[in-house]
Every structure is written in C-alpha cells, then in structure tokens.
C-alpha cells in the first residue's frame, strides 16, 4: 500500500517562503517520476513541479520561484517556494507514478497524497 503525506503548507505574506514536505511509505521516489500539483477553488488541478532521475520540470508560472527536490534517504520529496504571490494560493498535492517518465497531466499518476493548504495574502 503506498502513502503519501504532505506537510508545510499554510498562511504567508506575498513575497514570503515556504516549504511543503512529501513522505512516502510504500513507494520508493528514486525509481520513478513524481511532482507537486495545485488546485485553485474552481480550477482544474494542474501541474506546479515534477523530478524523476534526469532533471526537474516546472510550470512556467513557478519557474525561478519553486525548486523541487528529493532525499532519497528519507524517501521525501519537497517544494521550497519562494517569492509567493496570491495567485500562488490553492490545495497543494504530492503526486507519484510507477513509470519514471514525467507526465504532466494528473490522470498519468497513481498514487496521491491528502493534500495541503497555501493561502498567499497581498
């Protein structure tokens, strides 16, 4: 049975950092593609951030800002997010796939986690 548990998310001032921890039990990061998704009250969910074991890939509206990474040890993976805007604000997911090739689209990843809050106020 594979978990995943996100952690980190929460209020912050635009312009303000923050960083969102993933956990995973059950799935092993190092072997496969996983990333960060977002969604916005009324919106599709969408991709933010995905790493597999070449190079990340970002949205075009977080690059430069968001930095994805994993500790293979710790079978974690991480968002740091700086310089966050108010449309930065949504549910944010920890997503992971069995195939270690990225996909951006949602439907191409199995395993999900509960999901965290950021809320960026100007």
């Known amino acids: 049975q594979v978990t995943l548990v996100e952690s980190g998310g929460g209020l912050v001032q635009a312009g303000g950092s923050l960083t969102l921890s993933c956990v995973a039990s059950?799935?092993?990061?190092?072997?496969?593609?996983a990333g960060w998704f977002r969604q916005a009250p009324g919106k599709d969910r969408e991709f933010v951030a995905l790493?597999?074991?070449?190079?990340?890939t970002y949205t075009d509206a977080v690059r430069g800002r968001f930095t994805i990474s994993r500790d293979n040890v710790k079978n974690t993976m991480y968002l740091q997010m700086n310089s966050l805007k108010p449309e930065d604000t949504a549910v944010y997911y920890c997503?992971?796939?069995?195939?270690?090739?990225?996909?951006?689209?949602?439907?191409?990843?199995?395993?999900w986690g509960q999901g965290t809050q950021v809320t960026v106020f100007s």
């Open positions: 997503a992971a796939r069995d195939l270690s090739n990225l996909a951006v689209d949602p439907g191409a990843y199995e395993y």
């Open positions: 059950g799935h092993r990061f190092v072997s496969s593609a």
């Open positions: 790493i597999n074991w070449i190079e990340p």
